[in-house]
């Protein structure tokens, strides 16, 4: 790499710099690691599922002989509990080891095939086999929420990399030395498996032109982002204004919203009053499926559960944000909607760290208010009291797009939570009944996307097995002679994929 410019991480507990220095990387050092990535991105694409699996799974094994030193740095750049860091980084190493089982398992292929009628009338029918391949070099975002499961080895590269594209991280200025480490584990995998370095590269750097410069790249096939509205916005624009528009896959900003029928609120409404206090201040409210809004409807029960809130609200311990940035705007945004007509606000008062918000509205003032939608990052949450089971349904109807919904139900609420699903299902990627949404299983069922802004690309997630087809693309095959044929597609099958053949599985 080119560049001499260096930066520092500040802790977010003491906002006093760490040792340790990292590059600031330029739009040179994107263009090297952009065609470096280029020029080997066919030849990893045409690795085995079992050489790509066998990656995976050494970049996994060494973060884990690397966790005590990466959970350490994290810590220190993020302030995120030692307890919470090494459980990320469990399920960072457990990413990628789904992955590994995904590409060997070959359900992503997609191998399809029709098969050739030469008798056809009025014209011959062609054999036609069509598989899913790598769309190319792929570019990652780092997260400032989870600096690992987000970051350098989450989801995304661990996604990437499955599908055979070469991976290009953009790492969070926030937690550059953790990021050097998890590149470094990869970079040794990469070497114990005699595969090239170009097929990970990371870059650094603190300047929103470095992120932009990685966008436009004509090398470049595809995007991944975790974050804000307003950054991933910006990036989504550059990559559709491209002469070559392509995916931007961003998970962007969410509130989540969470419905408790009047029954489920009339047995629990102690427990669920705890629950939704443990949801929406967990990792200070930092979670991308945090509740940011609970409709309840009015009555005696409802009442006794705000009381617990508005309690619980204000014993709250300060907790420390992961970037003072991040705190700047979370203090000023809360300001800024407490000053709104129509909510009354409970706070804590912390004598460190920032203050746990509770704002609570009527349904009218909800309606008359729409910017009330839009995400505030921390732990800050709405309570709307709704009139009855219809005014909640009707406030379902007018929701941004949302990672999750949640439905809160007795039997006795079952019918008014049917009509809420089949709203639900229209803003949200996630349905949650009688639970809470916090937390995201990485399974192969999982879908952590959603209608805009919860992300850019509605039809796909970015958690889970099927993250993986984000970078794939389809490409039919006719009439091509068996031994000129891709693995997955030969009539004898080496790789023992699973098939569709005239529409039936085979």
Not at 92 to 115: M, N, P, S
Not at 349 to 362: D, M, S
Request: net charge negative; charged share 20%.
């Amino acid at each position: 790499m080119s560049t001499t410019a260096t930066f520092s991480a500040l802790n977010p507990a003491t906002e006093q710099s760490i040792t340790g220095v990292f590059p600031q990387h330029t739009h040179q050092d994107v263009d090297l690691a952009a065609k470096a990535a280029q020029e080997i991105a066919k030849s990893y694409r045409q690795t085995s599922p079992a050489q790509r699996s066998r990656l995976l799974q050494a970049i996994a094994d060494c973060l884990e002989e690397q966790r005590e030193a990466i959970v350490e740095r994290a810590n220190l750049e993020s302030a995120l509990p030692l307890a919470r860091l090494n459980g990320e980084l469990s399920r960072t190493t457990a990413q990628l080891r789904l992955f590994a089982d995904v590409v060997e398992g070959g359900l992503w292929q997609e191998a399809i095939f029709d098969t050739a009628n030469p008798n056809r009338e009025p014209l011959p029918k062609a054999d036609i086999r069509r598989q899913n391949i790598a769309i190319g070099p792929v570019a990652v975002f780092g997260a400032s929420n989870f600096p690992l499961a987000f970051s350098t080895a989450g989801g995304d590269t661990a996604s990437a990399l499955a599908a055979g594209c070469p991976v290009i991280v953009k790492g969070h200025p926030a937690h550059p030395g953790t990021s050097e480490i998890v590149a470094q584990c990869i970079a040794k995998a990469l070497k114990s498996l005699e595969l090239p370095q170009a097929i990970f590269t990371l870059l650094q750097g603190t300047t929103h032109e470095l992120g932009q410069s990685v966008v436009i790249h004509p090398a470049i096939k595809a995007v991944g982002f975790t974050g804000s509205i307003h950054g991933g916005r910006a990036l989504f624009d550059l990559a559709q204004g491209r002469p070559e528009p392509i995916p931007f896959y961003g998970e962007l900003g969410a509130s989540n919203p969470v419905f408790i029928l009047p029954k489920r609120m009339e047995l629990h409404s102690q427990s669920l009053a705890e629950e939704y206090l443990l949801s929406m201040n967990m990792g200070c409210g930092q979670f991308c499926t945090k509740p940011a809004v609970v409709f309840v409807t009015k009555g005696n029960e409802t009442e006794q559960f705000l009381q617990t809130v508005r309690q619980g609200i204000a014993a709250q311990q300060g907790q420390t944000m992961l970037t003072c940035g991040i705190k700047r705007n979370y203090l000023e945004q809360s300001e800024k909607r407490a000053q709104q007509q129509g909510l009354t606000r409970t706070q804590s008062t912390p004598e460190q760290g920032v203050p746990a918000i509770l704002f609570e509205t009527t349904s009218n003032d909800w309606r008359n208010n729409p910017q009330w939608q839009e995400e505030i990052f921390g732990p800050q949450s709405i309570v709307v009291v709704c009139e009855n089971d219809q005014d909640m349904l009707e406030l379902s109807q007018s929701l941004e797009g949302s990672l999750t919904a949640t439905i809160h139900a007795e039997q006795d609420d079952y019918q008014s939570a049917q009509r809420l699903i089949s709203e639900l299902e229209e803003i949200a990627g996630r349905i949650v009944f009688n639970g809470w949404p916090t937390g995201v299983e990485v399974s192969y069922a999982m879908v952590h996307g959603g209608p805009y802004p919860a992300s850019t690309m509605p039809a796909s997630t970015s958690v889970g097995a099927e993250a993986i087809k984000r970078w794939l693309r389809p490409v039919a095959y006719q009439s091509i002679p068996e031994a000129l044929l891709p693995d997955a597609l030969k009539t004898s099958n080496p790789l023992n994929v699973r098939r569709s053949v005239d529409g039936k599985t085979a």
